[in-house]
């Protein structure tokens, strides 16, 4: 469902990002698919640098669809930034990519909160923060990170899911679901 970013899936992936309701809210965007390519290109080295973690979610086929990522990652704290392709909007894939890239991110690695900046006209991405079961609003709870987010002008508010939020939203899952073991 997720893998490391791959040069050989940019072609397809800018396709998907073209559509104009992807496209506006993609972070880095991109009109042609050369620069798409050099774009893929800097974000795998981003990654080799630690600045960033990102994925490609993958459908069922092992196609390509979108991309995941976690970015200006500072004191294991990084924002999450997310596009699914339009054909794939209302199956389950960017909830499902989250799981996965949550469990990588919180299990794997060392990360210990992630941020969600999101637009307060993205309507989509709004609803499905307000979803998420261990993500908290956090307007009030990072002054300082809501201030920097909106330096220009106010147009985003601020979720955060931090690793003890998640690991308790998953762990109670896993017992709900007779996962766990005890002893």
Same mark, same amino acid.
């Given at each position: ?13 800018? #396709?998907?990002? &073209? ?34 973690? &990102?994925?490609?979610?993958?459908? #069922? ?17 990084? =924002? ?5 392709? !339009?054909? $794939?909007?209302?199956?389950? $894939? ?11 991110? =919180?299990? !794997? ?5 992630? =941020? ?30 809501? &201030?920097?987010?909106?330096?220009? !002008?106010?147009? $985003? ?6 690793? #003890? ?5 998953? $762990?109670?899952?896993?017992? !709900? ?7």
């Amino acid at each position: 469902m997720l893998k490391k970013r791959d040069l050989h899936d940019s072609k397809a992936l800018f #396709e998907l990002m &073209s559509h104009p309701e992807v496209f506006p809210y993609v972070r880095h965007k991109a009109t042609t698919s050369d620069e798409f390519y050099f774009l893929t290109k800097q974000t795998i080295e981003a990654e080799e640098l630690g600045e960033s973690i &990102s994925r490609t979610i993958l459908d #069922e086929w092992g196609q390509p669809i979108g991309t995941i990522n976690l970015f200006n990652i500072q004191e294991n704290k990084g =924002f999450l930034a997310t596009w699914i392709g !339009q054909p $794939y909007f209302g199956k389950g $894939y960017n909830q499902l990519a989250k799981d996965l890239f949550f469990e990588e991110l =919180f299990f !794997q690695l060392e990360i210990e909160a992630i =941020f969600l900046k999101i637009r307060r006209t993205n309507v989509r991405s709004l609803k499905a923060a307000l979803k998420i079961p261990y993500a908290n609003k956090a307007n009030n709870l990072y002054p300082e990170v809501l &201030s920097w987010i909106n330096r220009e !002008q106010p147009v $985003y508010d601020l979720f955060v899911i931090t690793k #003890e939020q998640y690991l308790f939203h998953y $762990y109670g899952e896993q017992e !709900q679901s007779g996962g766990i073991l005890e002893a």
